[in-house]
């Protein structure tokens, strides 16, 4: 029964999918540069370059990709069950990381003042 509703739904990713574990490789990624360079360049560099720009807004716009797939990804309840129902998987995320995810998707170099003092 399990199976065959997980088949009736392709679109939702299981943990362990390909796509999945690339995705969160990514996502890892941009929080890596996220907790380590962007203090930095907060820090210590004035000016943004095109190439930051383009590199920051790319940041940006995979953090917004990611609270789609965060809704369409199934994950281990306390039982070590697989839930692929997507209306469970929408009220764990909305109750758990959903508000974190969306903070951290504001662009809050955008509120930067560019003028010193």
Do not use: H
Request: charged letters at 20%; glycine letters at 0%.
């Amino acid at each position: 029964e399990v199976e065959s509703e997980i088949k009736a739904k392709c679109f939702v990713l299981l943990p362990n999918s390909k796509f999945k574990i690339f995705w969160n490789l990514i996502i890892m990624i941009l929080l890596i540069y996220t907790a380590t360079f962007v203090p930095y360049r907060t820090s210590f560099i004035d000016d943004t370059t095109p190439t930051l720009f383009i590199v920051e807004t790319i940041v940006d716009i995979l953090f917004w990709i990611d609270l789609p797939i965060n809704f369409i990804s199934a994950y281990e309840d306390e039982d070590m069950n697989t839930e692929v129902r997507l209306n469970k998987i929408a009220i764990n995320y909305i109750f758990t990381w959903f508000p974190m995810d969306v903070v951290a998707c504001i662009p809050f170099q955008y509120f930067q003042s560019s003028e010193p003092g």
